[in-house]
């Protein structure tokens, strides 16, 4: 595993997006596409599939595959994983050897997306999260059979979005998406419950919101722009018998082994949808 960047760098000069499909931007997709454009991303070649035909802000939005034009260089798998096996076949018609397929959907593993796309010059597995919309995001890179060529480009592309790691292994992918792809959620639900603490002490719901957020976020920053250890940020910040020597002492107890079976919980899922997009009579599968 190497890590590409540590943070999304200054936009620079503007960078030609590859030309790439986006079949379904919702969510995440959107959110990486939110993230480009905010860097200046130039994406003329590019196309977003939505059969809503709701338009993306800054790309050009067909309702069918048939109105997007060539073959892309990128197909980019933007919907939920439940989806693939529906969507795969129509998809693949449109995958040529010059058609890298960059999958974002948790649990799919390279050799199901190999085998629905047979023709593909490569399959990459992406696992992103929604922090790509301001590029402070987390993503991980996979792919077994990627050129160079092609692995740069992506390296390129994503680094404009935050920190970057390709991994060398698919399970490393998965722990990055348990982690870092869900993390998001584990850290507002945090931020919620140290806000909710707050307001039961008196505090106004919508300040002790806004302390909580700002505490998590300059915690955060913190660590990131001094490089300071984590064990070093608590000594700063535990005072011997003080206060936070007293709240640690309930937190510390149970807040690994609780985060821990939280990791296992949606390693077990992704484990699980892996293998519903590989079995096609599984009852998942075969949605
Ligand atoms: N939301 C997140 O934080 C992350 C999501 N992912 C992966 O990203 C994928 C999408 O997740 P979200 O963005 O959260 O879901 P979402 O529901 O927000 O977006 C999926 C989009 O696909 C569209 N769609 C459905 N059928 C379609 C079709 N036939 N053609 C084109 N578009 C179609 C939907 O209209 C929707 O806009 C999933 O596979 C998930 O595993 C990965 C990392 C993080
Ligand atoms: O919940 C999910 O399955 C997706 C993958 C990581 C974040 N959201």
Redesign the pocket.
């Known amino acids: 595993m190497s890590v590409v960047n540590v943070t999304a760098g200054p936009a620079g000069s503007p960078v030609l997006a590859p030309s790439i499909w986006f079949?379904?931007?919702?969510?995440?997709?959107?959110?990486m596409v939110e993230g480009w454009r905010s860097a200046g991303v130039d994406f003329s070649q590019s196309v977003a599939?939505?059969?809503?035909g709701t338009p993306v802000p800054g790309l050009r939005t067909v309702q069918t595959l048939g109105e997007a034009g060539r073959p892309p260089e990128l197909l980019l798998?933007?919907?939920?994983?439940q989806?693939l096996r529906?969507?795969a076949p129509g998809l693949a018609n449109w995958v040529t050897s010059r058609t890298a397929v960059v999958?974002?959907?948790?649990?799919?593993e390279v050799a199901t997306l190999r085998e629905l796309f047979p023709r593909a010059q490569a399959v990459v597995r992406?696992?992103?999260?929604?922090a790509c919309a301001i590029r402070r995001g987390v993503t991980g890179l996979y792919s077994a059979d990627a050129d160079e060529a092609l692995r740069t480009r992506l390296r390129q592309l994503f680094m404009i979005l935050g920190l970057t790691v390709e991994c060398t292994n698919e399970a490393e992918l998965a722990t990055i998406?348990s982690v870092a792809?869900?993390g998001?959620?584990y850290v507002a639900r945090f931020i919620e419950a140290l806000a909710r603490a707050g307001e039961a002490r008196g505090l106004d719901p919508q300040l002790s919101l806004t302390i909580a957020r700002e505490t998590v976020f300059g915690t955060g920053w913190l660590a990131a722009t001094t490089g300071a250890e984590m064990d070093e940020i608590v000594r700063r910040v535990r005072s011997p018998n003080g206060t936070t020597a007293a709240g640690l002492a309930v937190l510390e107890p149970e807040l690994p082994a609780l985060v821990g079976r939280t990791i296992d919980a949606a390693a077990r899922r992704g484990a699980e949808?892996a293998a519903a997009a590989r079995a096609i009579d599984s009852p998942e599968g075969a949605a």
Do not use: D, Q, T
């Open positions: 079949v379904g931007c919702g969510n995440m997709a959107g959110a599939i939505r059969p809503s798998l933007g919907f939920k994983p989806m529906e969507l999958s974002i959907l948790a649990g799919v992406v696992m992103p999260n929604v998406g792809g869900a998001p959620a949808l």
